[in-house]
T-cell receptor, first 111, second 113 residues
Framework: GAGVSQSPSNKVTEKGKDVELRCDPI?????LYWYRQSLGQGLEFLIY????????KSGLPSDRFSAERTGGSVSTLTIQRTQQEDSAVYLC?????????FGPGTRLTVT | DAKTTQPPSMDCAEGRAANLPCNHS???????VYWYRQIHSQGPQYIIH???NNETNEMASLIITEDRKSSTLILPHATLRDTAVYYC??????????????FGGGTRLMVKP
């Protein structure tokens, strides 16, 4: 079956521009997570959606970062006024129970 | 969540068993041991998890010591495609409620022909 998909796979943007990253989770999965991974580093949690509950935004590094999940399915992570330290791979995962299924990630490069 | 300690790297010959250790000496009674792996340029992939009994699935076996302070992930017949970074994590519960993952350094397994 279809897994988690993310788009774009690569994004190069200039410092100060806004970017939107998209995640299509596995159909029926109620939980959706955004993480980021800097080069050679571990996973950093950003935000978590569970059904219709208010999202857990405790991992967002600044107010330039926001995310939405429309209709309990597709999610968009928005980074405003991008900075060079935002360069990383942004990973989305969805889950129904204990296993998190990850997408291939979006590699963001801020120049 | 309890902290885990893993060796930074290991080598394994193709076709042989790969045994990846993990120490979690501060694990609590309600914390599960999870293993994920990340192949280069891909998202992390779930492998297996357990509480106190040994577990086996189509990918691997998980051996947890009786005192639960350490565990070993076993890939019975490693292939070149198993070359990846393997992460051992302990988590409070098996359900997905707010259960974000936090990966440390992991073990970089290199399977060699």
């Amino acid at each position: 079956g279809a897994g988690v998909s993310q788009s774009p796979s690569n994004k190069v943007t200039e410092k100060g521009k806004d970017v939107e990253l998209r995640c299509d989770p596995i159909s029926g999965h109620t939980a959706l997570y955004w993480y980021r991974q800097s080069l050679g580093q571990g996973l950093e949690f950003l935000i978590y959606f569970q059904g219709n509950s208010a999202p857990d935004k405790s991992g967002l590094p600044s107010d330039r970062f926001s995310a939405e999940r429309t209709g309990g399915s597709v999610s968009t992570l928005t980074i405003q006024r991008t900075q060079q330290e935002d360069s990383a791979v942004y990973l989305c995962a969805s889950s129904e129970y204990y296993e998190q299924y990850f997408g291939p990630g979006t590699r963001l490069t801020v120049t | 969540d309890a902290k885990t300690t893993q060796p930074p790297s290991m080598d394994c010959a193709e076709g042989r068993a790969a045994n990846l250790p993990c120490n979690h000496s501060t694990i609590s009674g309600n914390e599960y041991v999870y293993w994920y792996r990340q192949i280069h340029s891909q998202g992390p992939q779930y492998i297996i998890h357990g509480l106190k009994n040994n577990e086996t699935n189509e990918m691997a076996s998980l051996i947890i010591t009786e005192d639960r302070k350490s565990s070993t992930l076993i890939l019975p017949h490693a292939t070149l495609r198993d070359t990846a970074v393997y992460y051992c994590i302990v988590r409070v519960s098996a359900n997905n409620a707010g259960n974000m993952l936090t990966f440390g350094g992991g073990t970089r397994l290199m399977v060699k022909p």
